[in-house]
């Protein structure tokens, strides 16, 4: 196996960034990247943290981010697993990058920056839906925000297929982890229902 051992290397195989790759980068929301990430239902949550890296799907029936202002974006974190893989990262290295996504369309809307995790009353009352409250609030200092190259969304044809038929469920999965302790078919049975009751 031959490795790519120095930056020098690796920048003597890609070459030079185009212009436009590097010009479009802004330091905080500007008004279009707000119109986009505002339209954004969905993200990917990456963090890093000292028992390594962690990548979070993260969801809203609305915008999946809210702005306190042009340079801080704030992330409710709604009813999950209780792993807190992204949190225990955030408290311990508050490094994180989100990759915005919308249905239909092959751009994605990257934020890096650093990001905290407060239990501000007032804060997590911006979020109250009917009553419920997300335990903690992630805040997003950005740093940077930039749209990715779309070639990726598109060799993959993300949004114009449905390659799911014949994929394990979860009840099979667990059943394989845990030699049938956990899951099968009765769990996959109960999720639809359980999910819909819990999303909050």
Not at 147 to 174: F, H, N
Request: net charge negative; glycine share 10%; with cysteine.
């Amino acid at each position: 196996m031959e490795w790519v051992e120095d930056i020098a290397a690796l920048e003597a195989i890609y070459g030079a960034p185009a212009e436009a790759s590097l010009r479009k980068v802004a330091p905080h929301l500007t008004p279009l990247y707000r119109q986009w990430i505002m339209a954004s239902r969905f993200c990917v949550l990456s963090t890093v943290g000292p028992n390594g890296t962690d990548g979070s799907p993260r969801g809203d029936d609305g915008p999946v981010v809210t702005e306190l202002d042009p340079q801080t974006l704030a992330m409710p974190d709604w009813r999950g697993n209780n792993r807190m893989d992204s949190l225990r990262n955030i408290v311990a290295d508050g490094r994180v990058s989100l990759m915005f996504m919308v249905p239909g369309s092959n751009t994605v809307v990257r934020v890096n920056g650093m990001a905290r995790v407060s239990v501000d009353k007032d804060l997590l009352a911006r979020f109250d839906d009917r009553g419920r409250l997300p335990r903690s609030v992630i805040v997003i200092k950005i740093s940077e925000v930039y749209t990715q190259c779309s070639r990726a969304p598109m060799r993959a044809g993300l949004w114009g297929r449905d390659d799911s038929a014949g994929l394990p469920t979860v009840g099979q999965i667990l059943a394989e982890q845990t030699n049938g302790e956990v899951g099968g078919a009765e769990y996959d049975a109960a999720w639809g229902a359980r999910a819909k009751s819990s999303l909050w």
